[in-house]
């Protein structure tokens, strides 16, 4: 993403996650705070919705959705310090239910001192339980950065890296997972991907590349890619032994069945969760 500028992604994806709580229902994802930590910029929720954003907006909300249902588990199972990685507007530190759960965001400098100035003029509490870690992946040491910031390495964890891998190079990739893959066992992550493009059906393809050309043109191409075996081979070697990989059918049985209307994801995107 581009140096010095807020990631244009992030409002994309939060404006979605704040229509679904009006436009949808019943809803897939709740979140009380959606609207108002876009501060003057819910003004653009007030656009027609299009029916790709419509599609897109399925698959947004039935991640974030996801990665707070495999957090949920993993507090049952003792988990005590959750990390966004790349955390954009994500609200769940401002709404979060768990006393116990220190929570980390962590987001590349622009992002997060636009976030903070958002949740200032939103008048959303920061808790003290939540720290802000300034990190571009690309370019700097997450492990230092979050240590010296008081996250314990000595204790399970779980990240959530949603909408941040296929924006990213794969050096930047490969030392994240190595911090997250460092946490003791019980610790485990949530992420989405994208298969390579040449692997994908014409229907799949041609949304796909309408979506790429769009997150292209803010300066924030899509990069790269895994297929569902790559992926998980290369997660049982970083010593990840219970994958969940989640593809279309699977997501829409899960979160959209039974609905009266045909709100439901369409494109090639896939929601994985990996424990060690
Ligand atoms: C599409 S947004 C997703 C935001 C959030 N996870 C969500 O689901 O709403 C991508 C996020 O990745 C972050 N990001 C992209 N490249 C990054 C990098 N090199 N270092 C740190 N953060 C990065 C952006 O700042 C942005 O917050």
Avoid: C
Avoid at 156 to 172: D, H, I, Q, R, S
């Amino acid at each position: 993403m581009q140096e010095a500028r807020p990631s244009r992604t992030a409002l994309r994806v939060a404006l979605r996650r704040a229509a679904h709580q009006t436009v949808d229902s019943p809803l897939v994802f709740r979140d009380p705070l959606a609207e108002r930590i876009l501060g003057p910029h819910a003004e653009e929720l007030r656009a027609p919705q299009r029916t790709s954003s419509r599609v897109l907006r399925a698959f947004l909300v039935a991640r974030s959705r996801y990665a707070e249902d495999t957090l949920a588990l993993g507090i049952e199972n003792g988990i005590t310090q959750y990390v966004l990685l790349g955390a954009g507007l994500d609200t769940f530190a401002y709404r979060n239910p768990f006393p116990n759960l220190r929570i980390f965001e962590v987001d590349h400098p622009a992002t997060q001192a636009w976030k903070l100035d958002l949740l200032s003029s939103s008048r959303i509490a920061v808790p003290p339980t939540v720290t802000h870690v300034p990190v571009d992946f690309e370019h700097q040491a997450l492990a230092t950065r979050l240590s010296q910031s008081g996250f314990r390495t000595d204790k399970p964890a779980f990240f959530a890296w949603l909408g941040v891998v296929p924006y990213l190079t794969e050096p930047a990739f490969q030392s994240t997972l190595h911090v997250i893959a460092s946490q003791p066992p019980g610790s485990g992550f949530v992420m989405d991907y994208a298969p390579p493009p040449e692997t994908l059906s014409t229907l799949e393809r041609m949304a796909f590349d309408s979506l790429a050309a769009r997150v292209a043109m803010v300066g924030e191409p899509f990069q790269l890619f895994f297929t569902p075996s790559d992926l998980a081979s290369r997660l049982h070697t970083a010593g990840f032994t219970q994958i969940e990989d989640l593809g279309r059918d699977a997501i829409n049985q899960r979160y959209f069945h039974n609905r009266n209307d045909d709100f439901a994801i369409m494109g090639s995107g896939r929601l994985l969760s990996a424990w060690k």
